[in-house]
Structures are given as C-alpha cells and as structure tokens.
C-alpha cells in the first residue's frame, strides 16, 4: 500500500466530533505534506469556525437530524437523505478520495451513503457508549470501527469488534509539559505562581450548575488561598463573582488554547465529555468530574474508568453544590502527594498517541 493521495474526513456539529478530525488531519499531514485532505461539514455547525483557519478544505452538503433509532427503512428514506449523499458523493469524486473516515454528527452520514454507494474503504471513529446514530448507521456499512476508550467494546455490543486506537489529540496537547509550561501560563492568565490552582471548565458550551456551585465556593477557596481559573462558557450568562476576593479568580467565556489552561492548574473540576476525558488523561490531570446528568449517562460511562483507576473524582451534578466543593477541593489542591498520585494514575489510563494509531488503523483499511 503506497501513500494516501487523497482522504476525506466528515465530522461536525460538535467540538467532540471537530477536534479529534482536526488532530487527524494534522497527523496526516505531518506524515505526508502532499496529502490532499477535504472535510465534510454543515453550513452551521461548529466545523465552520475551526476548520477554515486550520486550513484545511471545508465541503458544506447537506445534513439532516435522524431518528433515534437506526435500521435499514432508515437508508431507504429517500428525498434529502440520498440528495446530501449525492452532495457528499461528488466531492468525494471530484477529489478521487482513497477513503472516507467519519467522526460522526450528522454530516457524517452522507458521507457513508456515498461511500458505500461506491464501494469504497470507510473507517468509522467512536468516542461514545452507546455510539452516537449516525455513526450507529454507518456501522452497518463497514467492519473498520475505531474507538477512543478501553472500555467501549465491553459496553456496546455494536463496538465489540472494534479496535481501541485512543482519540487523536491536538499536538499542542498531546505534547504538553504540564510543569514546564506552567509558570508561563499562570502569568498569561494573571495568576500568581505561588499559590494553587483550579481550573473550572462545563466544555465549549459551558455547564450553568458548575458556574453557580464555584461561583459560591468563591470567598472559602479565596480565604484558603486557592485562585480560580474559570471558563464559564459562550453560551452561558455570567454568574457574579465577589469582587473583594484576596486571591485571583480569572474568569473567560471561552479558551481555545485549552494547553494554558491545563497548565496553569493544579486541579480540574469539568464535565466528563469524550475530549476532556480524553485530554485530561493523556496529560495527567487530576480531575473531579460532574457528568451531565440529562443524556443516556455517556459522560458518566467516559469519567468512571479514569476515577476508578484512580485518577479523579466523580460527584453528581445534583450533588454539586459550594459546601461540597469547599470540603473537596480545599483539602485536595493542597495535597501536593495526592494530586501526583491521581495525575499519574489518570496518564497511566490516557494516551497521546490516539492520532498516529488511527493513521496506521486507516492505512490498514486501505490497504485491505
């Protein structure tokens, strides 16, 4: 099997289906700069701000919302569902694609139709348990399922013959020094060196129980010495913080060079998303994980292998509250010992490598 000449990677909707996608085809760019790489995106979802000024080629087809159960009467709802696939098809032709891999969200489906139309090499990569519908759809069409966790082929029978290649990581994260960085990124932030740090993030949405339970442990995690880093989300309206704080308490509404903030931290306190488990795991974060509590539970079945090896800490959402935080935090972030003992704990479960691993696993999919 020669090079890849040509690859294209659907995936959008979402930061959990845009990063890994991001990673990849900088993966494979590294390895051949020469390759011809073309993303398949919607005209709204969030691949429209990150893919662009990545450089790479940004497709918009069509997609549309599915139905929570997959099965073949699916397929064969023709109308929109065979125009995005004949959208998606003929990019795929006109860039004479070697092979199609999806990271799921609704425009990956088309993606898949037009592959399977033609018979071509699909690889499909799967972050979540239960695997997220289109992805579900488009198993039906291809045996070269990857996925990012350990603990997914246990845990979905449509995953059980999958192969376990980590999740691809921007390398800006996958190749951090958490404490080499450190001092540099507390000083980007305004913070001060000496003092501890937890970092305070709901994902790129934001979590409105997280904002109000730290926003309410403010004044005992200031007295006690501990400074906040918190990104309150985009989408959420601002908690109030006290203004008389001794301590720093930074707040933004959004960071995209989450490696500062990784770095500047001692201790993390974050929803349990496949990217931010993935993250925190490869760079040895400690953690406290709140799961989103209205879904099917994914975000809670992503944290729990990391906590139960030891390397965070898992509390309810409705558990959340600024006396829980106060008993937890102050005692943890001020046990230097205990946090090094999670956050090797959480790199012995993480990898860096989820990126290069899916290269090898495409590559083998092509070539067989």
Not at 26 to 32: A, F, N, P, S, Y
Not at 71 to 94: H, Y
Request: charged share 20%; hydrophobic share 45%.
């Amino acid at each position: 099997m020669g090079p890849l000449r040509s690859v294209v990677l659907a995936g959008g909707g979402t930061g959990g289906h845009v990063y890994p996608l991001l990673a990849f085809a900088d993966c494979l760019r590294r390895h051949d700069p020469g390759v011809r790489i073309t993303c398949l995106g919607t005209p709204r979802g969030m691949e429209n701000d990150l893919i662009p000024p990545a450089g790479y080629d940004l497709r918009p087809i069509p997609a549309y919302q599915l139905p929570r159960s997959v099965n073949m009467n699916l397929v064969r709802t023709p109308g929109r569902m065979w125009t995005a696939a004949r959208a998606a098809g003929k990019v795929i032709d006109e860039v004479k694609a070697d092979v199609v891999v999806g990271f799921g969200g609704y425009v990956s489906v088309p993606a898949y139709l037009a592959a399977w139309r033609r018979e071509m090499p699909m690889v499909i990569h799967e972050v979540n348990v239960p695997p997220g519908v289109a992805n579900r759809l488009g198993m039906k069409f291809t045996k070269n399922i990857a996925v990012g966790f350990p603990h997914q082929p246990s845990q979905a029978e449509s995953l059980r013959d999958a192969t376990i290649v980590g999740v691809p990581l921007r390398r800006s994260i996958a190749a951090l020094d958490r404490y080499a960085l450190r001092n540099a990124a507390r000083a980007h932030f305004g913070l001060r060196p000496d003092l501890p740090v937890l970092f305070v993030s709901g994902g790129s949405s934001g979590a409105r129980s997280i904002n109000l339970a730290v926003s309410g442990a403010a004044k005992e995690l200031a007295r006690n010495g501990v400074q906040v880093l918190h990104v309150m989300g985009a989408r959420n309206e601002p908690v109030p913080i006290p203004s008389d704080l001794p301590v720093p308490y930074v707040t933004l509404p959004y960071l995209s060079e989450m490696e500062l903030g990784y770095a500047a931290a001692d201790l993390m306190l974050a929803r349990g998303g496949a990217m931010t488990v993935a993250e925190v795991s490869a760079i040895g974060q400690p953690t406290i994980y709140v799961p989103y509590p209205h879904s099917n539970q994914e975000q809670r079945r992503n944290a729990l292998p990391v906590v139960e090896a030891g390397g965070g800490i898992l509390v309810d959402d409705a558990e959340l509250t600024p006396d829980w935080l106060e008993r937890t935090v102050i005692p943890l972030i001020r046990d230097p010992q205990r946090l090094h003992t999670m956050g090797a704990a959480a790199a012995r479960y993480g990898r860096r490598d989820g990126d290069e691993a899916l290269r090898s696993f495409v590559l083998q999919a092509v070539a067989r």
